[in-house]
């Protein structure tokens, strides 16, 4: 009787554990986000506050969604960065839309493609419009400068790296001289161009995405990294120029699941 009961125990705490794995990779690793915040401004005068939102993978408005959108309005960024990835359908333009609304629309936006957009046939020029319509500029090998907080900053924004033509030597024509430079690519893969093609350019900030941070880890070990993730995972790296951060993103590709990789919303001060 007590073997039985020993073996009861043992089989119950088991499904109970592969319960938790469950819960754990189909809710709490995709729905409860992980908000990170870096501060790596130079000066403490006129610091510029950016959000980065990446690999949103959008299929419908779900109300961690909601709540993203909520936070985002409450710390107010001066910019908010759209790292590619945001959808892989043209019929999904309708939820991401949904989605910018609830974002205050006087918060400047800059996107770019991630490999997604290309593979899914999205309609590229719907998509700028849905962006237009947001405060946001979808940027393919094209670069803006801006001004904020008496600060000029210039923004570079690169083709996906897989599936479009990602063409640095393009999105650097005609760059204004300004003390910040900060590059947007999908692929932190194409870094590796960058850093090969940037010449005297001082780069502060290379913000990437597409790996989801692995997707699916196991005890540290990542079975799968998608094309164009290099020798990269997530996180930063500052190992050498320029820096970079890959953030782990908000939606899924391939599996509807997270696990040891939980989605993330990251904040920044520069």
């Given at each position: 009787m007590t073997n039985l009961t020993r073996?009861?125990?043992?089989?119950?705490?088991?499904?109970a554990s592969i319960g938790l794995v469950i819960l754990d990779s189909l809710?709490?690793?995709?729905?409860?986000?992980?908000?990170?915040?870096?501060d790596i401004s130079k000066s403490e005068k006129d610091k510029i506050k950016i959000i980065q939102i990446s690999d949103?993978?959008?299929?419908?408005?779900?109300?961690?969604?909601?709540?993203?959108?909520?936070?985002?309005?409450?710390?107010?960024p001066d910019l908010i960065f759209i790292t590619g990835d945001s959808i892989d359908q043209t019929e999904k333009l309708k939820p991401l839309n949904e989605f910018l609304k609830l974002i205050d629309n006087s918060i400047k936006k800059y996107a770019i493609t991630g490999n997604w957009e290309?593979?899914?046939?999205?309609?590229?020029?719907?998509?700028?419009?849905?962006?237009?319509?947001?405060?946001?500029e979808l940027l393919i090998n094209e670069n803006r400068t801006i001004s904020i907080k008496n600060r000029e900053i210039s923004i570079i924004g690169i083709d996906d790296f897989v599936g479009g033509n990602a063409d640095f030597s393009?999105?650097?024509?005609?760059?204004?001289?300004?003390?910040?430079?900060?590059?947007?690519?999908?692929?932190?893969?194409?870094r590796d161009i960058i850093t090969k093609q940037k010449g005297n350019l001082i780069i502060d900030l290379v913000l990437s995405g597409h790996t989801h941070g692995g997707q699916i880890t196991f005890?540290?070990?990542?079975?799968?990294?998608?094309q164009g993730s290099g020798k990269y995972l997530k996180g930063w790296y500052k190992e050498s120029e320029p820096k970079m951060y890959i953030s782990k993103g908000?939606?899924?590709s391939i599996?509807?699941?997270?696990?040891?990789?939980?989605?993330?919303?990251?904040?920044?001060?520069?």
């Open positions: 073996r009861k125990f043992i089989k119950r705490g088991v499904l809710w709490f690793e995709k729905y409860v986000i992980d908000w990170n915040y870096f949103l993978h959008f299929d419908q408005l779900r109300y961690f969604h909601k709540s993203i959108a909520k936070k985002i309005n409450t710390i107010n290309y593979w899914g046939n999205v309609n590229l020029t719907e998509l700028k419009n849905i962006y237009s319509n947001n405060n946001c393009k999105a650097v024509e005609n760059l204004k001289e300004t003390e910040t430079n900060i590059v947007l690519s999908h692929c932190p893969e194409h005890l540290g070990i990542v079975p799968f990294k998608p908000i939606g899924t599996l509807p699941i997270r696990f040891g990789a939980r989605a993330e919303m990251v904040e920044m001060e520069i």
